[in-house]
T-cell receptor
Framework: NAGVTQTPKFRVLKTGQSMTLLCAQD?????MYWYRQDPGMGLRLIHY???????AKGEVPDGYNVSRLKKQNFLLGLESAAPSQTSVYFC????????????FGPGTRLLVL | GQNIDQPTEMTATEGAIVQINCTYQ??????LFWYQQHAGEAPTFLSY??LDGLEEKGRFSSFLSRSKGYSYLLLKELQMKDSASYLC??????????WGAGTKLIIKP
């Protein structure tokens, strides 16, 4: 039982490049989330999903896209990376009830030059 | 707007007690969470309060006053491994978590 995993762990991009961050969970959770964490700020929700095939925008969705084709996977895409997207990205999942605990992956550290 | 306030940093001594405060102003309230985050690691769940009062779980306790928009996390018998950031988060009326910036707790021997 691996919980929530994220790949890659670390990545350096040049401005304008694209990439996809992968999140996988083996807990059969319905809800999945993508957050970014920046120094001096709280976690900010980028996009989330309440079930397979569904996605919704969070607080800071601009510049990101997501897909949830399979229940266990939640992908975060950056089509044209910008230095402002330098951050630590966390994926999380929770069971059917949104008031349940969220379980976090180890994070992806992204540096955009 | 929505706002979660908590102290940026606190220092305490091993074996002592520390209280980390959190005040919030959000659109609706569906519970308050505390998470622990060690440097370079993922946040992990500590506690959840939805009703007023104190919830105790081992060395950690969490208190909530909805009328005051206030919560605190109480850590007893501090250990060096408790050095971490403590994140307060409130679930708003849309069932989305609004996160504070976290309190970095430094434990000294």
């Amino acid at each position: 039982n691996a919980g929530v995993t994220q790949t890659p762990k670390f990545r350096v991009l040049k401005t304008g490049q694209s990439m996809t961050l992968l999140c996988a969970q083996d807990m059969n959770h319905e809800y999945m989330y993508w957050y970014r964490q920046d120094p001096g700020m709280g976690l900010r929700l980028i996009h989330y999903s309440v079930g397979e095939g569904t996605t919704a925008k969070g607080e800071v969705p601009d510049g990101y896209n997501v897909s949830r084709l399979k229940k266990q996977n939640f992908l975060l895409g950056l089509e044209s990376a910008a230095p402002s997207q330098t951050s630590v990205y966390f994926c999380a999942s929770s069971p059917r009830d949104p008031q349940e605990t969220q379980y976090f992956g180890p994070g992806t550290r992204l540096l955009v030059l | 707007g929505q706002n979660i306030d908590q102290p940026t940093e606190m220092t305490a001594t091993e074996g002592a007690i520390v209280q980390i405060n959190c005040t919030y102003q959000t659109s609706g309230f569906n519970g308050l969470f505390w998470y622990q985050q060690h440097a370079g690691e993922a946040p992990t769940f500590l506690s959840y309060n939805v009703l007023d009062g104190l919830e105790e779980k081992g060395r950690f306790s969490s208190f909530l006053s909805r009328s005051k928009g206030y919560s605190y996390l109480l850590l007893k018998e501090l250990q060096m491994k408790d050095s971490a950031s403590y994140l307060c988060a409130v679930m708003d009326s849309n069932y989305q978590l609004i996160w504070g910036a976290g309190t970095k707790l430094i434990i000294k021997p």
